[in-house]
């Protein structure tokens, strides 16, 4: 139609050209071309609207057409037979839909990072080219349930696995103290005085879930030396010290109990040295024991260094007496000839290390 339009000024433009020449032959062509562009300028317009009309009827058939068999399609529930299967560990949990119609699409959202509690909302659409169906919702939300996921509070933790930890601790310690302990010092007691429970505070990645860790005192009775005038003379002594079991990543089950792997506990066995001499000779010789000299000491290399990237809670407490254990109790005067009777129970726990004798 543009063309058209074009082709006529441009034959208008030559006629007045014409005119100005007075060429009268040139004018009455000039005036049948104007002639011929407006008609096929006319006609091209009636087939436009034309192909306009057909095309709005066709549209408007087939909307019609839509629209009955939107009327007449069978309504369905697209959620009917669906299920949400949750994967992995909270939160970090995943979503995926199982089962529904196989007429249907379904997405999920969000379908990651997932904990119980959440809220999950899928939708639902027609498959392309099915029409004998219709939706009766296209939208719906589930409550995220079922993960196991790691525990974030000490009361998450029932009594009964706390008893399995402390079962493995105090087997840990046995073995300790029958593999480390000798003649010259006996574990006299030991005492678990209660828990600290780390976890990582949100947003920071340490590579650990929480840690539990029971933490115990104990008193080893140690075959020391003591200065009598020029001399040194044998005396026993108890010594405390302090010393913890630690657990990891502990998980929480959908059925409420509670998952730990007990072979990944973990025995402090660090020393520091006492003041008590073990032996005289070429030397002087202290006895050190193994765990931290105070209860502070132990709460400042587990808590205190940790406290920017760590959440805690910490029950213990140093009068506790449950969990109290005693073994080969022996007196701090009885002479050095006693202890040979608690060999079975002794331990290299307490060891010594020569140092200067000023």
Do not use: I, M, Q
């Given at each position: 139609m543009k063309k058209r339009i074009t082709a006529v000024v441009a034959v208008c433009a030559v006629l007045l050209s014409f005119t100005g020449c007075g060429k009268q032959s040139e004018l009455e062509t000039g005036l049948k071309m104007i002639e011929q562009a407006a008609a096929e300028a006319e006609k091209e317009a009636s087939?436009?609207?034309?192909?306009s009309e057909r095309e709005a009827s066709r549209q408007a058939s087939r909307e019609a057409s839509k629209a009955a068999e939107i009327a007449n399609a069978e309504e369905i529930d697209p959620f009917e037979g669906v299920d949400i299967e949750y994967t992995g560990m909270a939160p970090n949990g995943k979503a995926a839909v199982k089962g529904g119609n196989g007429n249907v699409t379904y997405s999920v959202t969000p379908d990651?990072?997932?904990k119980n509690g959440d809220t999950v909302t899928v939708k639902a659409e027609?498959?392309?080219?099915?029409?004998?169906?219709?939706?009766?919702?296209?939208?719906?939300?589930?409550?995220?349930?079922?993960?196991?996921?790691?525990?974030?509070?000490?009361?998450e933790i029932p009594q009964e696995t706390k008893d399995k930890m402390e079962k493995q601790a105090d087997d840990l310690i046995t073995a300790f103290v029958a593999n480390q302990y000798d003649d010259n010092a006996s574990l006299k007691s030991k005492q678990l005085l209660g828990y600290y429970f780390l976890t990582p505070k949100e947003g920071f990645e340490v590579g650990i879930n929480n840690e539990v860790y029971l933490v115990y005192k104990f008193v080893s009775t140690l075959n020391t030396k003591v200065k009598s005038g020029d001399d040194y003379k044998d005396k026993k002594v108890n010594a405390s010290s302090y010393t913890y079991v630690r657990f990891r990543d502990i998980t929480s089950m959908?059925?409420?109990?509670?998952?730990?792997?007990?072979s990944n506990g973990y025995l402090y066995q660090d020393r520091f040295e006492t003041e008590y001499i073990s032996s005289v000779g070429w030397g002087i010789n202290n006895w050190y024991l193994y765990g931290y000299k105070d209860i502070d000491s132990m709460f400042n290399a587990v808590i205190a260094k940790n406290i920017a990237s760590y959440n805690y809670e910490n029950t213990v407490k140093e009068d506790a007496t449950t969990s109290e254990t005693t073994s080969d109790?022996?007196?701090?005067?009885a002479d050095s000839s006693s202890a040979q009777s608690s060999k079975a129970a002794s331990s290299k726990a307490a060891s010594s290390k020569t140092a200067s004798s000023d």
């Open positions: 087939e436009e609207a034309a192909r990651k990072n997932l027609l498959r392309p080219g099915v029409t004998a169906y219709k939706l009766s919702g296209d939208e719906k939300e589930f409550t995220v349930d079922g993960l196991a996921g790691y525990v974030t509070a000490l009361d959908p059925d409420g109990t509670c998952s730990v792997d007990l109790p022996v007196s701090s005067t």
